[in-house]
Protein backbone atom coordinates (compact mmCIF):
# COMPACT_ATOMS: atom_id res chain seq x y z
CA UNK A 1 0.00 0.00 0.00
CA UNK A 2 2.90 2.69 0.91
CA UNK A 3 4.48 1.67 -2.37
CA UNK A 4 1.38 2.54 -4.61
CA UNK A 5 1.07 5.89 -2.43
CA UNK A 6 4.71 6.73 -3.43
CA UNK A 7 4.31 5.61 -7.04
CA UNK A 8 1.25 7.80 -7.25
CA UNK A 9 2.85 10.91 -5.08
CA UNK A 10 5.68 10.72 -7.81
CA UNK A 11 3.06 10.61 -11.12
CA UNK A 12 1.36 13.26 -8.82
CA UNK A 13 4.55 15.66 -9.36
CA UNK A 14 5.66 14.86 -12.56
CA UNK A 15 1.81 15.86 -13.43
CA UNK A 16 2.39 19.47 -11.54
CA UNK A 17 5.63 20.00 -12.45
CA UNK A 18 4.53 19.87 -16.29
CA UNK A 19 1.67 21.86 -15.53
CA UNK A 20 3.81 24.99 -14.41
CA UNK A 21 6.38 24.24 -17.22
CA UNK A 22 3.14 25.17 -19.74
CA UNK A 23 3.09 28.92 -19.98
CA UNK A 24 -0.53 30.14 -20.40
CA UNK A 25 -0.74 32.94 -22.86
CA UNK A 26 -3.69 35.91 -22.78
CA UNK A 27 -4.70 37.67 -26.06
CA UNK A 28 -3.07 40.59 -24.61
CA UNK A 29 0.25 38.69 -23.40
CA UNK A 30 0.41 37.63 -26.88
CA UNK A 31 0.34 41.28 -28.45
CA UNK A 32 2.61 42.56 -26.46
CA UNK A 33 5.13 39.65 -26.82
CA UNK A 34 4.60 40.82 -30.62
CA UNK A 35 5.82 43.94 -30.45
CA UNK A 36 9.06 42.94 -29.21
CA UNK A 37 10.06 39.72 -30.72
CA UNK A 38 8.22 39.93 -34.05
CA UNK A 39 10.59 39.06 -36.68
CA UNK A 40 8.26 41.60 -39.66
CA UNK A 41 8.15 44.00 -36.80
CA UNK A 42 11.90 43.82 -36.13
CA UNK A 43 12.29 44.27 -39.70
CA UNK A 44 10.14 47.51 -39.93
CA UNK A 45 12.33 48.60 -37.11
CA UNK A 46 15.58 48.20 -38.69
CA UNK A 47 14.15 49.96 -42.14
CA UNK A 48 13.19 52.77 -39.93
CA UNK A 49 16.71 53.02 -38.05
CA UNK A 50 18.39 53.08 -41.48
CA UNK A 51 16.10 56.13 -42.42
CA UNK A 52 16.66 57.86 -39.35
CA UNK A 53 20.11 57.62 -39.28
CA UNK A 54 20.28 58.02 -42.87
CA UNK A 55 18.28 61.57 -42.49
CA UNK A 56 20.51 62.44 -39.27
CA UNK A 57 24.06 62.14 -41.11
CA UNK A 58 22.59 64.38 -44.08
CA UNK A 59 21.86 67.39 -41.50
CA UNK A 60 25.48 66.69 -39.42
CA UNK A 61 26.67 67.06 -42.98
CA UNK A 62 25.31 70.24 -42.99
CA UNK A 63 27.46 71.79 -40.22
CA UNK A 64 30.83 72.80 -40.54
CA UNK A 65 33.38 70.14 -41.56
CA UNK A 66 36.62 70.12 -39.94
CA UNK A 67 39.56 68.10 -41.30
CA UNK A 68 43.38 68.39 -40.94
CA UNK A 69 45.80 65.87 -43.75
CA UNK A 70 49.08 65.96 -42.72
CA UNK A 71 52.31 64.84 -44.84
CA UNK A 72 55.18 64.05 -42.32
CA UNK A 73 57.88 63.71 -44.70
CA UNK A 74 58.27 64.07 -48.73
CA UNK A 75 61.15 63.80 -50.66
CA UNK A 76 62.25 63.94 -54.01
CA UNK A 77 65.71 63.99 -56.22
CA UNK A 78 64.85 64.27 -59.64
CA UNK A 79 66.32 65.70 -62.90
CA UNK A 80 64.21 67.64 -65.02
CA UNK A 81 64.49 69.98 -67.88
CA UNK A 82 63.42 73.71 -67.51
CA UNK A 83 61.50 74.64 -70.67
CA UNK A 84 62.13 78.29 -70.09
CA UNK A 85 66.09 78.24 -70.62
CA UNK A 86 66.37 75.27 -72.55
CA UNK A 87 68.62 73.30 -69.93
CA UNK A 88 68.36 70.54 -67.75
CA UNK A 89 68.79 70.59 -63.63
CA UNK A 90 68.84 68.46 -60.93
CA UNK A 91 66.27 69.30 -57.49
CA UNK A 92 66.23 67.64 -54.10
CA UNK A 93 63.41 68.74 -52.15
CA UNK A 94 62.44 67.77 -48.38
CA UNK A 95 58.90 68.86 -47.03
CA UNK A 96 56.56 68.13 -44.48
CA UNK A 97 53.36 70.09 -43.99
CA UNK A 98 49.83 69.99 -42.75
CA UNK A 99 46.78 71.47 -43.96
CA UNK A 100 43.62 71.96 -41.91
CA UNK A 101 40.34 72.69 -43.42
CA UNK A 102 36.81 74.02 -42.60
CA UNK A 103 34.40 73.27 -45.11
CA UNK A 104 30.42 75.02 -44.33
CA UNK A 105 28.12 73.77 -46.93
CA UNK A 106 25.65 76.79 -47.38
CA UNK A 107 21.94 75.19 -47.76
CA UNK A 108 19.69 78.05 -49.29
CA UNK A 109 21.85 78.18 -51.91
CA UNK A 110 23.88 74.78 -52.20
CA UNK A 111 27.32 76.18 -52.19
CA UNK A 112 30.52 75.69 -50.13
CA UNK A 113 32.59 78.10 -48.32
CA UNK A 114 35.70 76.69 -47.44
CA UNK A 115 38.45 78.28 -45.23
CA UNK A 116 41.99 76.24 -45.48
CA UNK A 117 45.36 77.24 -44.07
CA UNK A 118 48.54 74.92 -45.12
CA UNK A 119 51.64 75.68 -42.83
CA UNK A 120 55.00 73.60 -43.40
CA UNK A 121 59.02 73.27 -44.03
CA UNK A 122 60.66 73.20 -47.03
CA UNK A 123 64.38 72.74 -48.00
CA UNK A 124 64.69 72.78 -51.76
CA UNK A 125 68.44 72.52 -53.75
CA UNK A 126 68.35 73.41 -57.08
CA UNK A 127 71.41 72.42 -59.49
CA UNK A 128 72.24 74.16 -62.52
CA UNK A 129 75.30 73.97 -64.70
CA UNK A 130 77.24 73.49 -61.70
CA UNK A 131 75.66 76.11 -59.53
CA UNK A 132 73.99 75.18 -56.73
CA UNK A 133 71.03 77.23 -55.28
CA UNK A 134 69.67 76.40 -52.14
CA UNK A 135 66.58 77.37 -50.28
CA UNK A 136 64.78 76.30 -46.92
CA UNK A 137 62.08 78.26 -44.85
CA UNK A 138 58.75 77.99 -43.52
CA UNK A 139 56.07 78.42 -45.23
CA UNK A 140 51.77 79.38 -44.75
CA UNK A 141 49.48 79.75 -47.05
CA UNK A 142 45.86 80.90 -45.64
CA UNK A 143 42.50 80.72 -48.22
CA UNK A 144 39.06 81.73 -48.52
CA UNK A 145 37.45 80.50 -50.98
CA UNK A 146 33.26 80.37 -52.21
CA UNK A 147 31.72 77.90 -54.99
CA UNK A 148 28.76 78.25 -55.86
CA UNK A 149 26.75 76.40 -58.73
CA UNK A 150 24.08 79.14 -60.77
CA UNK A 151 21.05 78.57 -62.79
CA UNK A 152 20.43 74.71 -61.76
CA UNK A 153 18.06 73.35 -58.66
CA UNK A 154 19.42 73.16 -55.14
CA UNK A 155 21.08 69.35 -54.53
CA UNK A 156 20.98 69.76 -50.56
CA UNK A 157 18.11 70.49 -50.39
CA UNK A 158 16.19 68.12 -52.31
CA UNK A 159 18.42 65.34 -51.21
CA UNK A 160 17.70 66.31 -47.68
CA UNK A 161 13.68 66.50 -48.74
CA UNK A 162 14.38 63.00 -50.25
CA UNK A 163 15.69 61.34 -46.63
CA UNK A 164 12.92 63.30 -44.98
CA UNK A 165 9.94 61.43 -47.23
CA UNK A 166 11.68 58.47 -46.75
CA UNK A 167 11.82 58.62 -43.02
CA UNK A 168 8.26 59.42 -43.27
CA UNK A 169 7.62 56.48 -45.37
CA UNK A 170 9.53 53.95 -42.98
CA UNK A 171 7.78 55.45 -40.48
CA UNK A 172 4.04 55.41 -41.70
CA UNK A 173 5.42 51.32 -42.23
CA UNK A 174 6.07 50.19 -39.15
CA UNK A 175 3.03 51.61 -37.42
CA UNK A 176 0.83 49.69 -39.89
CA UNK A 177 3.01 47.10 -39.46
CA UNK A 178 2.17 47.10 -35.96
CA UNK A 179 -1.70 47.34 -37.06
CA UNK A 180 -1.04 44.32 -39.32
CA UNK A 181 0.75 42.60 -36.29
CA UNK A 182 -2.18 42.82 -34.06
CA UNK A 183 -4.90 41.53 -36.44
CA UNK A 184 -1.98 38.85 -37.84
CA UNK A 185 -1.14 37.56 -34.28
CA UNK A 186 -5.01 37.53 -33.05
CA UNK A 187 -5.62 35.60 -35.92
CA UNK A 188 -2.81 33.03 -35.34
CA UNK A 189 -4.11 32.74 -31.67
CA UNK A 190 -7.62 32.18 -32.39
CA UNK A 191 -6.23 29.75 -34.26
CA UNK A 192 -4.38 28.03 -31.67
CA UNK A 193 -7.58 28.45 -29.01
CA UNK A 194 -10.10 26.65 -31.88
CA UNK A 195 -7.45 23.95 -32.38
CA UNK A 196 -7.37 23.45 -28.49
CA UNK A 197 -11.30 23.91 -28.59
CA UNK A 198 -11.28 21.22 -31.33
CA UNK A 199 -9.08 18.68 -29.75
CA UNK A 200 -11.90 19.25 -26.23
CA UNK A 201 -14.35 18.22 -28.71
CA UNK A 202 -12.71 15.17 -30.00
CA UNK A 203 -11.78 14.25 -26.58
CA UNK A 204 -15.37 14.31 -25.85
CA UNK A 205 -16.60 12.93 -28.90
CA UNK A 206 -14.18 10.11 -28.08
CA UNK A 207 -15.28 9.66 -24.11
CA UNK A 208 -19.25 9.42 -25.65
CA UNK A 209 -17.95 7.35 -28.75
CA UNK A 210 -16.42 4.90 -25.43
CA UNK A 211 -19.34 4.82 -23.71
CA UNK A 212 -21.66 4.06 -26.51
CA UNK A 213 -19.17 1.39 -26.88
CA UNK A 214 -19.15 -0.24 -23.69
CA UNK A 215 -22.92 0.04 -23.95
CA UNK A 216 -22.87 -2.35 -27.38
CA UNK A 217 -20.84 -4.54 -25.84
CA UNK A 218 -23.06 -5.24 -23.05
CA UNK A 219 -26.12 -5.55 -25.01
CA UNK A 220 -24.13 -8.16 -27.61
CA UNK A 221 -22.74 -10.14 -24.38
CA UNK A 222 -26.19 -10.08 -22.78
CA UNK A 223 -27.49 -11.16 -26.58
CA UNK A 224 -29.62 -8.03 -26.96
CA UNK A 225 -28.28 -6.89 -30.00
CA UNK A 226 -25.83 -8.21 -32.97
CA UNK A 227 -22.38 -8.38 -33.05
CA UNK A 228 -22.73 -5.98 -36.82
CA UNK A 229 -23.72 -3.24 -34.17
CA UNK A 230 -20.22 -4.05 -32.07
CA UNK A 231 -18.49 -4.43 -35.03
CA UNK A 232 -19.46 -1.11 -36.31
CA UNK A 233 -18.39 0.46 -32.68
CA UNK A 234 -15.68 -0.73 -32.86
CA UNK A 235 -14.72 1.46 -36.39
CA UNK A 236 -16.35 4.19 -34.59
CA UNK A 237 -14.00 4.58 -31.63
CA UNK A 238 -11.09 3.87 -33.93
CA UNK A 239 -12.15 6.85 -36.05
CA UNK A 240 -12.45 8.91 -32.62
CA UNK A 241 -9.24 8.19 -31.45
CA UNK A 242 -7.71 9.03 -34.88
CA UNK A 243 -9.56 12.28 -34.53
CA UNK A 244 -8.07 13.14 -31.09
CA UNK A 245 -4.34 12.04 -32.62
CA UNK A 246 -5.15 14.34 -35.64
CA UNK A 247 -6.53 17.24 -33.24
CA UNK A 248 -3.26 17.03 -31.08
CA UNK A 249 -1.09 17.47 -34.44
CA UNK A 250 -3.25 19.93 -36.11
CA UNK A 251 -2.64 21.93 -32.33
CA UNK A 252 0.84 21.99 -32.24
CA UNK A 253 1.27 22.83 -36.16
CA UNK A 254 -1.19 26.06 -34.99
CA UNK A 255 1.49 26.80 -31.79
CA UNK A 256 4.51 26.91 -33.86
CA UNK A 257 2.70 29.36 -36.80
CA UNK A 258 1.81 31.41 -33.21
CA UNK A 259 4.85 31.26 -31.42
CA UNK A 260 6.75 32.39 -34.93
CA UNK A 261 4.95 34.81 -35.62
CA UNK A 262 5.34 36.67 -31.38
CA UNK A 263 8.98 35.46 -32.00
CA UNK A 264 8.63 32.77 -29.27
CA UNK A 265 11.09 29.92 -29.24
CA UNK A 266 9.35 26.87 -30.64
CA UNK A 267 9.84 24.80 -28.23
CA UNK A 268 8.22 26.29 -25.50
CA UNK A 269 4.95 24.57 -24.10
CA UNK A 270 2.18 27.04 -24.19
CA UNK A 271 -1.53 26.93 -24.34
CA UNK A 272 -3.87 29.95 -25.01
CA UNK A 273 -7.08 31.42 -22.87
CA UNK A 274 -9.54 33.84 -23.85
CA UNK A 275 -13.09 34.90 -23.38
CA UNK A 276 -14.37 34.89 -26.83
CA UNK A 277 -18.41 36.35 -25.75
CA UNK A 278 -19.20 38.51 -28.86
CA UNK A 279 -21.59 41.25 -27.66
CA UNK A 280 -22.51 42.80 -31.21
CA UNK A 281 -22.11 46.36 -31.73
CA UNK A 282 -23.90 49.43 -33.91
CA UNK A 283 -21.46 50.68 -37.02
CA UNK A 284 -21.76 53.72 -37.91
CA UNK A 285 -20.62 53.23 -41.86
CA UNK A 286 -20.20 57.01 -42.66
CA UNK A 287 -18.32 57.67 -39.51
CA UNK A 288 -15.95 54.50 -40.52
CA UNK A 289 -15.26 55.60 -44.21
CA UNK A 290 -14.73 59.52 -43.66
CA UNK A 291 -12.28 58.57 -40.51
CA UNK A 292 -10.37 55.84 -43.02
CA UNK A 293 -9.93 58.26 -45.71
CA UNK A 294 -9.05 61.35 -43.33
CA UNK A 295 -6.58 59.07 -41.12
CA UNK A 296 -5.71 56.35 -43.31
CA UNK A 297 -1.45 56.10 -43.62
CA UNK A 298 -1.34 54.22 -46.96
CA UNK A 299 -3.20 57.61 -48.51
CA UNK A 300 -0.16 59.59 -47.25
CA UNK A 301 2.53 57.19 -48.58
CA UNK A 302 0.91 57.18 -52.18
CA UNK A 303 1.44 61.37 -51.64
CA UNK A 304 4.76 60.77 -50.97
CA UNK A 305 5.61 58.51 -53.71
CA UNK A 306 4.00 61.38 -56.32
CA UNK A 307 5.91 63.49 -54.75
CA UNK A 308 9.26 61.51 -54.46
CA UNK A 309 8.52 61.26 -58.35
CA UNK A 310 8.11 65.11 -58.96
CA UNK A 311 11.23 65.62 -57.36
CA UNK A 312 12.75 63.22 -59.47
CA UNK A 313 11.33 65.07 -62.33
CA UNK A 314 13.24 67.94 -61.10
CA UNK A 315 16.56 65.72 -61.63
CA UNK A 316 15.98 64.10 -64.66
CA UNK A 317 15.64 67.75 -66.27
CA UNK A 318 18.85 68.90 -64.82
CA UNK A 319 20.41 66.15 -67.33
CA UNK A 320 21.88 68.52 -69.95
CA UNK A 321 20.96 71.44 -69.03
CA UNK A 322 22.42 74.80 -69.00
CA UNK A 323 24.27 75.67 -65.69
CA UNK A 324 26.84 77.84 -64.23
CA UNK A 325 29.78 77.46 -61.92
CA UNK A 326 30.95 80.36 -59.80
CA UNK A 327 34.31 80.40 -57.60
CA UNK A 328 35.95 82.89 -55.46
CA UNK A 329 39.12 82.66 -54.00
CA UNK A 330 40.98 85.20 -51.78
CA UNK A 331 44.40 83.59 -50.24
CA UNK A 332 47.30 85.26 -48.52
CA UNK A 333 50.92 83.29 -48.39
CA UNK A 334 54.19 84.12 -46.68
CA UNK A 335 57.68 82.11 -46.26
CA UNK A 336 60.73 82.69 -44.00
CA UNK A 337 63.27 80.47 -42.74
CA UNK A 338 62.58 81.93 -39.57
CA UNK A 339 59.43 81.14 -38.33
CA UNK A 340 58.18 84.23 -36.91
CA UNK A 341 58.74 86.10 -39.94
CA UNK A 342 56.64 84.36 -42.05
CA UNK A 343 54.05 86.78 -42.67
CA UNK A 344 56.95 89.79 -42.83
CA UNK A 345 56.20 90.22 -46.48
CA UNK A 346 52.69 88.55 -47.38
CA UNK A 347 51.58 87.97 -50.80
CA UNK A 348 47.97 88.08 -51.57
CA UNK A 349 46.11 85.87 -54.17
CA UNK A 350 42.89 86.90 -55.31
CA UNK A 351 41.18 83.91 -57.74
CA UNK A 352 37.75 84.64 -59.71
CA UNK A 353 36.66 81.59 -62.07
CA UNK A 354 33.05 81.40 -63.74
CA UNK A 355 31.66 78.71 -66.41
CA UNK A 356 28.68 77.97 -67.98
CA UNK A 357 28.04 74.51 -69.44
CA UNK A 358 25.70 74.75 -72.04
CA UNK A 359 24.01 72.19 -74.04
CA UNK A 360 23.58 72.12 -77.63
CA UNK A 361 21.96 69.35 -79.05
CA UNK A 362 20.85 65.87 -77.64
CA UNK A 363 18.76 64.22 -80.38
CA UNK A 364 15.87 64.53 -78.18
CA UNK A 365 17.07 62.59 -75.13
CA UNK A 366 16.36 65.40 -72.47
CA UNK A 367 12.28 65.32 -73.69
CA UNK A 368 12.33 61.30 -73.74
CA UNK A 369 13.14 61.29 -70.53
CA UNK A 370 11.17 63.88 -69.37
CA UNK A 371 8.37 62.52 -70.70
CA UNK A 372 9.27 58.68 -69.31
CA UNK A 373 9.16 60.78 -65.83
CA UNK A 374 6.03 62.64 -66.74
CA UNK A 375 4.35 58.77 -66.96
CA UNK A 376 5.60 57.70 -63.49
CA UNK A 377 4.08 60.36 -62.02
CA UNK A 378 0.78 59.86 -63.45
CA UNK A 379 0.72 56.07 -62.22
CA UNK A 380 2.12 57.68 -58.58
CA UNK A 381 -1.26 59.85 -59.11
CA UNK A 382 -3.37 56.83 -60.36
CA UNK A 383 -2.34 54.62 -56.94
CA UNK A 384 -2.95 57.67 -55.11
CA UNK A 385 -6.95 57.56 -56.64
CA UNK A 386 -7.07 53.55 -56.80
CA UNK A 387 -5.90 53.56 -52.74
CA UNK A 388 -8.47 55.81 -52.04
CA UNK A 389 -11.21 53.63 -53.86
CA UNK A 390 -9.91 50.23 -52.21
CA UNK A 391 -9.72 51.83 -48.96
CA UNK A 392 -13.75 53.00 -49.44
CA UNK A 393 -14.44 49.43 -50.81
CA UNK A 394 -12.79 47.29 -47.86
CA UNK A 395 -14.63 49.68 -45.59
CA UNK A 396 -17.94 49.20 -46.67
CA UNK A 397 -16.93 45.61 -47.10
CA UNK A 398 -15.98 44.98 -43.67
CA UNK A 399 -19.68 46.30 -42.60
CA UNK A 400 -21.66 44.28 -44.49
CA UNK A 401 -19.26 41.04 -43.44
CA UNK A 402 -20.17 42.19 -39.81
CA UNK A 403 -23.64 42.61 -40.44
CA UNK A 404 -23.19 39.30 -41.86
CA UNK A 405 -21.64 37.36 -38.89
CA UNK A 406 -23.36 38.79 -36.74
CA UNK A 407 -26.81 37.26 -37.38
CA UNK A 408 -24.44 33.84 -38.49
CA UNK A 409 -23.60 33.67 -34.43
CA UNK A 410 -27.41 33.67 -33.60
CA UNK A 411 -27.95 30.55 -36.56
CA UNK A 412 -24.88 28.78 -35.11
CA UNK A 413 -25.83 28.85 -31.76
CA UNK A 414 -29.69 28.09 -32.51
CA UNK A 415 -27.56 24.63 -34.74
CA UNK A 416 -25.53 23.73 -31.35
CA UNK A 417 -28.20 23.68 -29.07
CA UNK A 418 -30.36 21.95 -31.21
CA UNK A 419 -27.72 19.17 -32.30
CA UNK A 420 -27.34 18.86 -28.53
CA UNK A 421 -30.95 17.91 -28.11
CA UNK A 422 -31.25 15.85 -30.71
CA UNK A 423 -27.61 14.01 -29.71
CA UNK A 424 -28.82 13.36 -26.06
CA UNK A 425 -32.73 12.47 -27.81
CA UNK A 426 -30.95 9.63 -30.10
CA UNK A 427 -28.49 8.22 -27.49
CA UNK A 428 -31.42 7.49 -25.28
CA UNK A 429 -32.86 5.59 -28.05
CA UNK A 430 -29.72 4.24 -28.46
CA UNK A 431 -29.43 2.28 -25.27
CA UNK A 432 -33.03 1.39 -25.84
CA UNK A 433 -32.17 -0.35 -29.04
CA UNK A 434 -34.04 1.63 -31.23
CA UNK A 435 -31.04 3.16 -33.00
CA UNK A 436 -27.69 1.72 -34.89
CA UNK A 437 -24.25 2.66 -33.78
CA UNK A 438 -23.62 4.20 -37.09
CA UNK A 439 -26.58 6.45 -36.83
CA UNK A 440 -25.39 7.73 -33.39
CA UNK A 441 -22.17 8.21 -34.92
CA UNK A 442 -23.64 10.62 -37.45
CA UNK A 443 -25.59 12.71 -34.50
CA UNK A 444 -22.29 12.75 -31.97
CA UNK A 445 -20.35 14.21 -35.67
CA UNK A 446 -23.20 16.48 -36.38
CA UNK A 447 -22.83 17.90 -32.64
CA UNK A 448 -19.04 18.18 -32.75
CA UNK A 449 -19.18 20.17 -36.35
CA UNK A 450 -21.66 22.50 -34.66
CA UNK A 451 -19.87 23.56 -31.45
CA UNK A 452 -17.10 24.30 -33.61
CA UNK A 453 -19.11 26.32 -35.92
CA UNK A 454 -20.64 28.28 -33.43
CA UNK A 455 -16.60 29.02 -32.02
CA UNK A 456 -15.86 29.96 -35.00
CA UNK A 457 -18.81 32.07 -35.93
CA UNK A 458 -17.94 33.63 -32.71
CA UNK A 459 -14.12 34.47 -33.63
CA UNK A 460 -15.22 35.30 -36.96
CA UNK A 461 -16.84 38.17 -35.62
CA UNK A 462 -14.16 38.80 -33.54
CA UNK A 463 -11.59 39.31 -36.35
CA UNK A 464 -13.77 40.86 -38.62
CA UNK A 465 -14.35 43.69 -35.68
CA UNK A 466 -10.27 44.03 -35.20
CA UNK A 467 -10.41 44.45 -39.70
CA UNK A 468 -13.03 47.34 -39.29
CA UNK A 469 -10.44 48.74 -36.62
CA UNK A 470 -7.50 48.55 -38.67
CA UNK A 471 -9.03 49.42 -41.92
CA UNK A 472 -11.14 52.50 -40.99
CA UNK A 473 -8.55 53.52 -37.59
CA UNK A 474 -11.40 53.85 -35.05
CA UNK A 475 -12.68 51.65 -32.51
CA UNK A 476 -16.23 51.02 -32.43
CA UNK A 477 -16.33 48.94 -29.52
CA UNK A 478 -14.20 52.00 -27.31
CA UNK A 479 -15.42 54.70 -29.42
CA UNK A 480 -12.32 55.68 -30.15
CA UNK A 481 -9.81 57.20 -32.74
CA UNK A 482 -6.75 54.89 -33.36
CA UNK A 483 -3.78 56.88 -33.30
CA UNK A 484 -0.72 55.34 -34.84
CA UNK A 485 1.86 57.96 -34.44
CA UNK A 486 1.91 57.01 -30.87
CA UNK A 487 4.14 54.42 -31.79
CA UNK A 488 6.28 56.30 -33.70
CA UNK A 489 6.63 58.34 -31.00
CA UNK A 490 7.27 55.41 -28.44
CA UNK A 491 9.43 54.33 -31.23
CA UNK A 492 11.96 57.85 -31.28
CA UNK A 493 11.20 58.28 -27.53
CA UNK A 494 12.99 55.16 -27.27
CA UNK A 495 16.24 56.31 -29.66
CA UNK A 496 16.34 58.99 -27.83
CA UNK A 497 17.19 57.43 -24.60
Known sequence: MNKRKFILLILLSLYTIQIKAQSIITLEQALSMAEKGS???????????????????????LKSQFSLNLNPVQYSNSRRFDTRLSQWFTNEGLTTSGTFNVDQPILYTDGTITL????????????????????????NNLNLSLTQPLFT???????????????????????????????????????????????SIKQEELA????????????VDAGLAAKEELYQSEVNLATA?????????????????FKQAVGMDIFEEISVMTDVTVTPIEVDSKKALEHGLASRMELRQRQINVETSQFDMITVKSVNEFRGDMTLSIGLSGDNPKLGNVFDTPTKSPRV?????????????????????????????????????????????????????????????????????????????????????????????????????????????????????????????????????????????????
Open 39 to 61: PSLQSSLFNLDRTTESLNAQRAA
Open 116 to 139: SNQFGWQSNTSIVQGITNENQAFF
Open 153 to 199: YNRTKLAIKNLEMDNENAMLSYAIQRLAIEKNVSQYFYNVYLAQMSL
Open 208 to 219: NTEKSNEIINNK
Open 241 to 257: RSGVESGRVALENAKDI
Open 353 to 497: SLGFAVPVFDWGARKARIRAQEAVINTQKLSLSNQETQIKMDIRQVIRNLSNLKNQIGIALQNQQNSQLTYDINLERYKNGDLTSMDLNLFQVQLSDKKMAYAQSLINYKVELLNLKIQSLFDFTTNEAVVPEKFVKEYQAGKMK
